[in-house]
C-alpha cells in the first residue's frame, strides 16, 4: 500500500513510514520547537472496551490503572512471572474504552495475549490501527491536529517521562534531567485526518518530521522504547523504567514478585548508560554492537541516533559492575568508535528495603 505521505516533498519512506522529509537534523529542531508534528507509522492502536476492562488490566499488568480518569496519560508493562518485560503500551482512557498505542512490532502478540486472558470479564481487545494513526510532537505543534474522540475526549496522550508517577520511582541521579524539558505527546487520528495533514504538508502548509527525527529526541531524553530496550530478558529496573510504567505499591500482578525484590533487596543485572560517540569518522553503531571498556565486552548498544545538538549519541545496556568512569568503545565493521559515557542508571540501583541484621547464632554480645 502506498503511504499518505507519498507526495510529501522529499519524502524517504520506509514502506509506509515516513523515515524523514529531506533533512532529518532540521527536523528535530523543528519538532522540539513545535514547529513540526511527525507521522508515528511505526505505531499501531489497540482499543479495550467493556465494564470490566480497567479493573482488568490493572490485574495484568505493572500500572495502577483501577482509577484512571478520562483524558489522563499513564503507561504500562506486561511482565513474564520472572519481571522480564514482554509488552509495553501508552495508555489513554476515553471513559468507555480503553486505547493502548504500542510499537507496531508489538501490536499482534499483545493482542492475542490479551485476548486469551478475557476468561469471563466483560472485555473486548481489537486491533484499531486500521481506523486510527498516530501523530507526535509538542502540545503547541500538535494544535492544529484533530485528535479522533468516538466517546468525546480527545484522544491525546501525554508522555509522562521523565517525572516520576505516583508509585513509581526514579534511578537515574543526573540532575536536571536530559528530559527536564521535553515535553512530548502522541495524539490517535482518524486515517482522514491523516490523510489531510498529508495533504497540507505536501501544499507546503505545515512541516513534517520523521521517524528518524523522533526517535533521534527520544535518544537524547533517555527514553526507553520496547522496539529498541527490550530483549528477552529486558526488567523494568534496567532502563529505569520504574519511573513511569510501574506503580510499586499496587496490587498483585505477572511478575510483581521480581519486581519488589530487585528493587527492594537486589539489583538489576544490567543499567542503560547514554553514550556521546566519536563522530569524526560519520560512522554510526548498529544496534546491538559490542560495547567494551578496554579489551572486555560489558554490553550492547540498544538505540543509535545523530542528534541535531549532541551530535553522534547512543543509549546501551551494559552490566551492573561495567565501571562507570572507563572510556569505552562501540564495535562496528570498520573499525571500533570512542565514546564517553554517561550513567543514567547506577551501579547501586535497587536494594531499596532496608532490612534489619540478625545477630549470627554464637555470637558475642
Known sequence: MASVFASVPGAVLDGERLRHAGNPLVEQRSLANGSAVAPLGDRAVLAVSGEDRLSW?????????????????????????????????????????????????????????????RFRLRVDPRDASDEYAVIGGTPAGLAGVEPAAPSGVPLRWIDPWPAVSAGGVGYALVQPHPAQERDWSEVVVTREEEQRLAGAAAAGEIA????????????????????????DRA?????????????????????????????????????????????????????????????????????????????PIALALVRRSAPSDADLTVQTPDGPIAAAQETIVPPEAGKAAQVPRLPRIGARR
Open 235 to 311: 526488567l523494568p529496573h534496567e532502563t529505569d523504567w520504574l519511573r513511569t510504567a510501574v506503580h510499586l505499591d499496587k496490587g498483585c500482578y505477572r511478575g510483581q514478585e521480581t519486581v519488589a525484590k530487585v528493587h527492594n533487596l537486589g539489583h538489576p543485572p544490567r543499567r542503560l548508560i547514554a553514550l556521546h560517540l566519536d563522530g569524526s569518522d560519520t560512522v554510526l553503531p548498529e544496534p546491538g554492537a559490542s560495547v567494551l571498556a578496554g579489551d572486555d565486552v560489558i554490553g550492547v548498544v540498544t538505540s543509535v541516533a545523530l542528534h541535531y545538538e549532541d551530535g
Open 57 to 117: 488490566l490493572d490485574s495484568l499488568t505493572s500500572q495502577a490503572l483501577t482509577r484512571l480518569h478520562p483524558g489522563e496519560s499513564t503507561e504500562l508493562l506486561v511482565l513474564d512471572p520472572n519481571g522480564r518485560i514482554e509488552h509495553a503500551a501508552a495508555v489513554i482512557d476515553d471513559g468507555e474504552t480503553t486505547w493502548l498505542v504500542v510499537d507496531r512490532g508489538d501490536a499482534e502478540p499483545l493482542l492475542a495475549w490479551l485476548r486469551k486472558m
Open 208 to 231: 513534517l518530521a520523521g521517524l528518524v527525527a523522533a526517535d533521534a529526541l527520544r535518544v537524547a531524553a533517555w527514553r526507553p522504547r520496547w522496539s529498541a530496550e527490550v530483549d
